[in-house]
Structures are given as structure tokens and as C-alpha cells.
């Protein structure tokens, strides 16, 4: 069994930033890609960004020049630094970790609101 957390959620005025993270725990082995997504009431779920183990990133369009994604392997740890933020980026943020057989495991997610 894998549990996922993500954690670091919360309001923040536009401009401001947050530092959204996700520990994986259980028989996770081998971590490959972690991603974070993004999901509007109503609206389909949304790819933000992905990391390779090895450190390699891919950054949605929408958010590229203000979101960062990092990675912990020894604690199993993703993290999402989100600046300059704007409203169109409140959602709730989905963390995803894919491990070995092709499984991949989401969190249960952490809302994000942007808002003066």
C-alpha cells in the first residue's frame, strides 16, 4: 500500500507564493515520475508539472517562468514552489508518483486559492 500527502495549501494574495509539498510512504520501492495536477470544480484535472528521478522537468505552459518543481528522493518528497501567483491558479493540487509495474498513486489533494 501507498499513501499520499500533500500538504502547504491555503490562501494567498495575487502575487504572493506558496510551497506546496508530497511525501509518498507505504511500499512505495522504486519512485519514478512524480507530477503535480490541478483541478477546477467542474472542470477536467489539469497536468502542471512532472520530475524524473534523475531531476528532469516538464512544466505546463500555463504556469512555466512561475512554478518550480523539486524532488527528495532520500524522503520520497516532491515539492511545487508557485510564484507570482494569479487567481486563474486557485484549484486544488494533486500530487502523482508512479512506481514500478506502471502504478501510479494520487493524493487526496490540497486547495490553493488566490485572492485579494
Known amino acids: 500500500q501507498v499513501h499520499v500527502v500533500e500538504s502547504g495549501g491555503g490562501l494567498v494574495q495575487p502575487g504572493g507564493s506558496l510551497r506546496l509539498s508530497c511525501v509518498a510512504s507505504?511500499?512505495?520501492?522504486?519512485?519514478?515520475?512524480m507530477a503535480w495536477y490541478r483541478q477546477v470544480p467542474g472542470k477536467v484535472r489539469e497536468w502542471v508539472s512532472t520530475i524524473t528521478p534523475g531531476g528532469s522537468t516538464n512544466t505546463a505552459d500555463s504556469v512555466k517562468g512561475r512554478f518550480t518543481i523539486s524532488r527528495d528522493n532520500a524522503k520520497n518528497t516532491v515539492f511545487l514552489q508557485m510564484d507570482s501567483l494569479i487567481p486563474e491558479d486557485t484549484a486544488v493540487y494533486y500530487c502523482?508518483?508512479?512506481?514500478?509495474?506502471?502504478?501510479?498513486?494520487w493524493g487526496q489533494g490540497t486547495q490553493v486559492t488566490v485572492s485579494s
Open positions: 502523482n508518483i508512479g512506481v514500478a509495474g506502471g502504478e501510479t498513486y
Open positions: 507505504g511500499s512505495t520501492g522504486f519512485i519514478y515520475n
